[in-house]
């Protein structure tokens, strides 16, 4: 395992710590004693969180492992979209706020329990008129508006597995997964505004569909007013169907184990992997985790997952968790910069936002626009702050200890993935003694270690590997058709454990920091991105011979994502075709995957570091990009090809 860069190994000296305020433990959700509770039985206690759910038929056994396949509450039954919606009406919280929704432009909406049952239920009726039936993938393609949720929940309701796409993807990642996954029903919209200006979304679904002759339907909200393509017989208004449903469905109950959704996410290949979760196991863990790592007080409460729902972040934490439990959340349709750049101390003051939770990349963005939008804020509202997707530096995390929570709130480090569907290690707000930079311990009833290259685990001080060691029960299912990809990849680097490609180590107190990824997948901005899908996109371009990408480190955006390039007849950099090219190749990247795939800097060089046996040396591309000293070249078939890409890269600019 490559030794953490400066920056990590600098954090590994941190020592500060800041135990939970009095008054918070005295009144938390989680005590102390959880812990034990949960070590005591581990599958009891999951079973006890299970409880909370409303069943229609109970389990017979809480857990059947045959490595590496689990299921979990085994023959209970349930309807996930009744447990975050219907029954809270039921119990008379028809009038609770589930949602304040805010549109970029500022327009806002605010949705009741009971309004979210009737959308849901007439969203349900839509679908199934439009022949979606359980078990039939629907693909959603949407910006964060609320008929994002309802669609969600009505297929959830029907038993139809949903894969949501992210906005920001282009047609042809759009198409690779609607292929994959056969979706049959594509739900989308004219698009969505960012950045102060209407983003269209339908005509990447109309190029997306001309090679999915599967897909019969396509649901349309309008958002925009944009004008858009139609196809006559296969794209349905929104409007004009949903709003003539009847507002009541009467739901089928499922399996614990249905599909819930497919989530797709970057693997070491550039094949993107569609992450299965289901439905009872799911819930139970994001429900729990939701409640506990939260501190929520669902009757006061106004929670704010700042993320998108096109993300796992926004399945778990804005739709499945905090519905699941209740609760009361902010939803935001834009970019933190429109049209001012306090826009979320807006939100959060004029919402009395209690607990926040967020990427590094934005606090750090934050940090780079200075404090002072902060004041004049009234941030008082807030009382509990989170982290998740990528290692939070300790500077990051004091800033926003600091500035937006006053010094008051805890701030709880939550490491987890698109796999593992919900929280794994985090700090218990009301318990924990956190640590700025540390996710800390494992969540009550998950298990988990730091082990060495041969398995075994490393003591206190010892860095290595991150591992699962118990099944549980927001765990992924598979990968979507790939039964074999899902084994390699996450079941046979450690016998009998869970790899989750993060580097960690433990502290002297034996708490948990993570280090980063160990495999060829990047995190920029908290988005998973591998670089084998933007070699594999660059290299589909005619100008391109070979392609090498590495994550350089970057001080907003976590990586920041580097591409070398070998070009077909050989350009100069310097040349203006050259520069032309390089523009090119950036948008090239931008069409094939996403504007968030496009790299920083691409580097036009007449060859690659390579093995005798012909291997890319992208580690020393890594060193090359952060700047550092050159690692063991001894195995380079020709060493003067690194050095000349040194001394290019420290004369060339910015791609931008
Ligand atoms: C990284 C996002 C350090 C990690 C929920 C993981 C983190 C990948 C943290 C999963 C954290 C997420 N500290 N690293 N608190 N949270 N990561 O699937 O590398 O988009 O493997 O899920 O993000 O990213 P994914």
Known sequence: MPGPPDALAALLHESRRFPPPEAFAERAKAGPEVYAEAAADRISWWEEQARQLTWARPWDRALEWELPLAKWFVGGELNVSVNCVDRHVEAGLGDRVAFFWEGEPGDTRTITYAEL???????????????????????????????????????????????????????????????????????????????????????????????????????????????????????????????????????????????????????????????????????????????????LEAESDVYWTAADIGWVTGHSYIVYGPLANATTSVLYEGTPDTPSRDRWWQIVERYGVSILYTAPTTIRTFMKWGAGLLEGHDLSSLRLLGSVGEPINPEAWMWYRHHVGGDRCPVVDTWWQTETGGIMLTPLPGVTATKPGAAMVPFPGISAAVVGEDGTPVGAGGAGYLVVTEPWPGMLRGIWGDPERYRDTYWSRFPGCYFAGDGAKLDDDGDIWLLGRVDDVMNVSGHRISTTEIEHALVGHPGVAEAAVVGADDPTTGQAIVAFVTVRGGVAEDSESGARLVVELREHVAREIGPIAKPRQILLTPELPKTRSGKIMRRLLRDVADNRQLGDVTTLLDPSVVDSIKDRMTTAGDGD
């Open 117 to 295: 049952h009737q959308e849901v239920c007439r969203a349900a009726n839509a679908l199934s008129e439009l022949g979606v039936r359980a078990g039939e993938t629907v693909a959603i393609y949407m910006p964060m508006i609320p008929e994002t949720v309802f669609a969600m929940l009505a297929c959830a309701r029907l038993g139809a597995p949903h894969t949501v796409v992210f906005g920001g993807f282009s047609a042809d990642a759009l198409r690779g997964r609607v292929q994959d996954c056969d979706a049959r029903t594509v739900v989308t919209a004219d698009g969505g505004y960012r950045r102060g200006a209407p983003s269209a979304l339908k005509p990447a679904v109309d190029l997306a569909l001309a090679d999915c002759p599967g897909v019969r339907k396509v649901l349309v909200v309008r958002r925009t007013g944009a004008e858009v393509g139609w196809v006559e017989g296969r794209d349905v208004w929104w409007h004009d169907i949903v709003d003539r449903q009847p507002a009541s469905h009467t739901p089928e109950m499922f399996d614990a184990e249905h599909p819930l959704y497919i989530m797709y996410t970057s693997g070491t290949t550039a094949k993107p992997k569609g992450i299965l979760h289901t439905s009872g196991g799911y819930l139970t863990h994001v429900a729990t985790t939701h409640r506990l790592v939260f501190d």
